[in-house]
């Protein structure tokens, strides 16, 4: 019996590349401002406060990247105008109060590290680590509130803890970002129509098991605080 056109790898192919244009067009959408803001103004220190409100976007948009993506390696198909939108009005105020505080730390960051450029040189590296560090908090922060109702208190503490208890994963994800960081530079015009939906993709299939791992903890703990309570009650 031949298979119908549905189960032929031709058209997973391109539904995965239509969600991938997609999702990645409505990412660039809600960040209108910020690519305006990058043809017009260069990117100086004069200029960080106007970069800084033209990105204030980004966190949700992003999330809701994150969290298409993890439905579409959940469920092998989404809809993407649907889906993405949805996410985006789902995640909105948890990630636009994130953001809100990361986009505030990399402005002090960045302005601390051109200063000490000038005045303290030998502070710079550090403010760079600092910097750095934080990226690798965003690499699990974003990705874990589209996943877990997680208090925004306790983020920054997961996803700086899951940073060095899943450090394997912790690499796969700085390598994916790595090679399609790549692939951006070499092909940046043909890149920009999928790069971002693409990387979302695969660092959200390289945490599905340490997803798992946080879910059986958190059921765990939510189990044994009930314990307690009944302990405490009777």
């Known amino acids: ?57 980004f966190g949700p948009a992003i999330a809701a990247l994150f969290g298409v993506m993890g439905k579409l390696v959940r469920d092998k198909v989404i809809q993407p105008t649907k889906d993405y939108w949805y996410y985006y009005r789902k995640n909105f105020k948890v990630a636009m109060k994130y953001w809100l505080i ?8 960045i302005i601390d590290i051109y200063y000490a450029q000038l005045f303290t040189s030998f502070l710079a590296p550090l403010f760079f680590i600092f910097l750095i560090v934080n990226g690798f908090i965003m690499f699990y922060a974003f990705p874990i509130l589209t996943k877990f109702e997680v208090k925004l208190k306790n983020l920054f503490f997961v996803s700086f803890y899951a940073n060095f208890h899943y450090f394997k994963k912790t690499l796969l994800n700085l390598t994916t970002v790595a090679a399609f960081g790549v692939i951006f530079y070499v092909l940046p015009g043909v890149a920009t129509l999928f790069i971002t939906s693409v990387t979302c993709f695969f660092i959200m299939f390289n945490l599905q098991t340490t997803f798992g791992q946080m879910e059986q903890q958190l059921s765990y703990n939510d189990n044994q605080l009930a314990r307690d309570n009944h302990e405490q009650i009777n």
Do not use: E, G, H, W
């Not at 999702?23 to 990058?38: D, G, K, R």
């Open 1 to 57: 019996m031949s298979k119908s056109i549905i189960d032929r790898p031709i058209y997973t192919i391109v539904n995965y590349i239509y969600a991938f244009l997609t999702t990645n067009f409505y990412f660039l959408l809600a960040n209108s401002l910020f690519i305006i803001v990058f043809f017009l103004a260069d990117f100086t220190i004069q200029n960080i406060l106007l970069y800084y409100v033209a990105l204030l976007p």
């Open 102 to 109: 990361q986009a505030t730390i990399l402005l002090i960051l």
